[in-house]
């Protein structure tokens, strides 16, 4: 097995084990806070404080990692999730609650940012959206099962099952990184000898201003979906299990999609995905109040992973482009840091909208704000193909 095939293979198992992991806790947690005593508005900060921790240390560990190595980052991270797994079996308050979920956002930068600029490091030019789709299906089969199986072990065993086969999990996929992963270091697939450019000139780049203005308007639109689902689901008598499935269903609908919509964002028109995919996921999201049962919710929300399958690869191809330029974990750092932006943001707003409005009112601004993000983003695309037309790119300094 050559050595790009090998870490593929070992980056793809250690970020589904880890993803396994995440997602097993993903329903039970909001409902885990509000047993704490969280209101809606603390709701919004314990989950903003994971995304807050995330957009704090990315930009920063992405640049080191251009410059050090990868491994031993992601070595680290990997570590930390199993250690934190742990720790939320003795928080006994919404304040520490918020503080595991603040060190867990920093391990979490510390763990996919990087192993998505490994794998972008091994990526051909014209085959960025089938590479990157290929692997995001890790991603999102650990985050669809982990519901599923957190629903499961929930139900059998109890809550605190869940977080000791969260930690489980992270513990193998560190395992397997420190003994499997080879290093890669920076330019050892795509451009040798490339200095990445200062931070402040990621936002000269026209394709870079696309994808961060792309990636806030996703999260915006979109974060309190998760977050706030297991909040609406007892409102129209769903149990915590068909909770677990409709999260898993949107999940596992955009990994199934991830290989047919790589290869049409290979030979497409990335912009026109992108748009089309983020529209279907708007409306998506301002349907979700409308389902009043299980059925019409599972249908509604398979829409959303539709549309988010339709975009991703097309998204990352357009994060890859760029890091050609400025240092893959530069431009993935960059775009997850802009997206954690939005994640900090959206539940906190969704949170002061479930107080004073509503549940409801969470999901029609969220497809709101999608909706007209994505109108923006197309304008913003237009003036930067333009722009790229007229050769105004920088390169490396």
């Not at 609908?253 to 912009?271: C, E, F, H, W, Y």
């Not at 992108?274 to 529209?279: E, L, M, N, T």
């Amino acid at each position: 097995m050559n050595t790009a095939k090998r870490i593929y293979n070992v980056l793809f198992i250690s970020v589904f084990a880890t993803m396994l992991g995440l997602g097993v806790v993903s329903p039970l947690l909001p409902i885990y806070a509000e047993n704490l005593g969280a209101t809606g508005i603390w709701l919004g900060i314990i989950f903003s404080a994971f995304a807050l921790s995330r957009s704090i240390f990315m930009p920063v560990i992405g640049r080191i990692s251009d410059r050090r190595g990868r491994k031993w980052i992601i070595l680290i991270g990997m570590f930390a999730y199993a250690v934190l797994s742990l720790a939320y079996i003795v928080i006994d308050s919404v304040y520490s609650f918020t503080a595991v979920r603040f060190a867990h956002g920093l391990a979490s930068a510390m763990v996919v940012p990087i192993a998505m600029a490994y794998i972008a490091d091994l990526s051909e030019r014209g085959k960025e959206g089938s590479h990157m789709g290929n692997f995001s299906i890790s991603m999102f089969l650990g985050m669809g099962m982990g519901p599923l199986l957190g629903g499961f072990l929930n139900d059998a065993f109890g809550l605190d099952s869940v977080f000791y086969v969260m930690a489980g999990l992270s513990a193998f996929a560190t395992l397997l990184v420190g003994i499997s992963l080879p290093e890669a270091k920076p330019g050892s697939f795509t451009v040798p000898d490339a200095k990445p450019i200062p931070m402040r000139a990621i936002f000269t780049l026209p394709v870079m201003r696309g994808v961060m203005v792309f990636s806030f308007i996703s999260a915006l639109g979109r974060g309190g979906m998760m977050v706030f689902i297991p909040v609406f689901g007892p409102l129209i008598a769903i149990s915590p299990t068909e909770v677990g499935v409709v999260l898993s269903a949107n999940t596992f609908l955009m990994a199934l999609l991830q290989v047919p919509m790589g290869r049409i964002t290979d030979t497409g028109n990335k912009v026109a995905l992108i748009v089309v995919g983020s529209a279907i996921t708007a409306l998506a999201i301002a349907a979700i109040p409308l389902s009043g049962s299980f059925w019409p919710l599972l249908a509604i929300t398979s829409f959303v992973g539709i549309g988010g399958a339709i975009q991703q690869p097309a998204i990352m191809a357009l994060t890859v482009d760029a890091g050609r330029t400025i240092g893959m974990g530069t431009s993935m750092g960059a775009y997850n840091t802009v997206f954690g932006i939005g994640m900090i943001i959206a539940p906190l707003v969704g949170g002061v909208f479930m107080d004073f409005v509503g549940v409801d009112a969470v999901f029609y601004v969220g497809g709101a704000i999608s909706l007209l993000g994505t109108g923006i983003f197309a304008v913003l695309m237009r003036r930067s193909a333009r722009e790229s037309a007229g050769g105004d790119i920088p390169g490396p300094e």
